[in-house]
């Protein structure tokens, strides 16, 4: 059997591998991952040579996320925001639900410098600025053609983190750090980039779920080849440590797309090809879902980390 080395805590003692198939849209192509048997991260053995075939701008849905400019829609969810600020509203309220990052975010000053990393074209920082932030910058190599500022403030750069220069109260990296190979490089450039007693948020997919231990190689948040590393708690702890931070919460934030997606996987059916799933059931795995959270055995969480005090 080959010895595959991981890549966070460089252990090659019994890591199985597995044989994943391309799933989101259907070339069932066969990619081997790892699972390192001591922080447990899940990841790709060798990174596929033109990793932009399984990025089609036609159809990737990050290159069609749409941003709908509202006033009156704006003033609604400034509104809710608040709401939930005054404890007048939940955070599993429908809409606020949507942004399972918001316990963490809104701790955050309204002054406070912030970027996000692997943005996209801006959706969720956006949203922000209609919370109430208006120092805001995202970074995005891929997903935008060239530098936007909206009439906000807010601008959208077409960088990755090495290229970009400047000094944060607060980096956000929501479902990008999965997908870029140099794990250890990119924290530490984060750590660079933000102001000594700087936040740290990263919100990934985590293998060390109901989700892995149930649907295994068909669990759709592996997502071969685009998800380079599938982290667990421990991973994560040991990368983040490595560069410099300190956990301080989590906050796991599955959702039901985890059982709908992963059982047409295991059915041989595609991310994109849609079935029917009757509104009864639409209910129990939303509150399963919830439960697992509950239980931090969810698919997906919201890390926090701070930056260590220097001696």
Known sequence: MQNFQCKICQNTVNNPPFRVREMMYGLREE???FQCSVCGCLQISELPKDIKKYYPADIYYSYHQQI?????RGSVHKLLFWGYRLKLLPATFRYLRAFPALPSI????????????GCGN???IKE????GWKNLTGIDPYIIEKDIVYHSGLRVLKQD?????????????HHSLEHMEYQHETLQKCHEL????????IRVPVADSYFFRKFGVNWYQIDAPRH???????SLSLLAESTGFILENIEYDGTPSDFVNSEKYCRNITLHESIEIPAKRKRVLIKQSRLLNLLHDGGAACFLFSKKLEK
């Open 228 to 234: 380079f590393f599938l982290h667990t708690k421990r």
């Open 194 to 201: 933000l102001h000594q007693n700087g936040r740290l948020l």
């Open 128 to 131: 922000m600025c209609k919370w």
């Open 31 to 33: 990619f081997i991952y």
């Open 106 to 117: 809104s701790k955050i000053k309204k002054t406070a410098s912030i970027l996000g990393i």
């Open 122 to 124: 801006g959706m969720l």
């Open 161 to 173: 983190v090495f290229e970009h220069s400047g000094q944060y109260d607060f980096i956000m990296m």
């Open 68 to 72: 709908k400019a509202s006033k009156l």
